[in-house]
Nanobody, 119 residues
Framework: QVQLVESGGGLVQPGGSLRLSCTAS????????MSWYRQAPGEERELVAL????????NYADSVKGRFTASADNAKNTVYLQMNRLKPEDTTVYFC????????????WGQGTQVTVSS
C-alpha cells in the first residue's frame, strides 16, 4: 500500500518560511511525476509546483513564483516545498501528489498538511 505522508506545516508569521516534506513509500520516484497542490475550503485544488521528472526546472503557480521552491531527494523518496516570504493568502492545506499515469501506474495523494500564515 503506497502512502504519501506530508509534514512541516504549522503557524508562521507573514514573511516567514516553512519547509514541507512529503515522503512516499513504497514508491519508485522515476515512475511518478511529483507535485504539490493546495486547497482552500470551498475551492478547487490548485497546482502549486510541478517537479521536473528529469531533474530540470520545476513549474510554479504564478502566485508562488520566486517564493516557493520544490525539490526532491530520490534516495529518501522525499519531495520538499520550501516556502519563503509567506503571505496570509498562502494559508490553506497543502497536498503532495504522485502521478503515475505516464507509466500506467496509479495516482496517489497525501493526507495534507495545514499551513497558517498569521500574525
Amino acid at each position: 500500500q503506497v502512502q504519501l505522508v506530508e509534514s512541516g506545516g504549522g503557524l508562521v508569521q507573514p514573511g516567514g518560511s516553512l519547509r514541507l516534506s512529503c515522503t512516499a513509500s513504497p514508491l519508485t520516484f522515476r515512475y511518478y511525476v511529483m507535485s504539490w497542490y493546495r486547497q482552500a475550503p470551498g475551492e478547487e485544488r490548485e497546482l502549486v509546483a510541478l517537479l521536473s521528472s528529469d531533474g530540470g526546472t520545476s513549474n510554479y503557480a504564478d502566485s508562488v513564483k520566486g517564493r516557493f521552491t520544490a525539490s526532491a531527494d530520490n534516495a529518501k523518496n522525499t519531495v520538499y516545498l520550501q516556502m519563503n516570504r509567506l503571505k496570509p493568502e498562502d494559508t490553506t492545506v497543502y497536498f503532495c501528489k504522485a502521478n503515475g499515469a505516464r507509466y500506467g501506474k496509479p495516482t496517489y495523494w497525501g493526507q495534507g498538511t495545514q499551513v497558517t500564515v498569521s500574525s
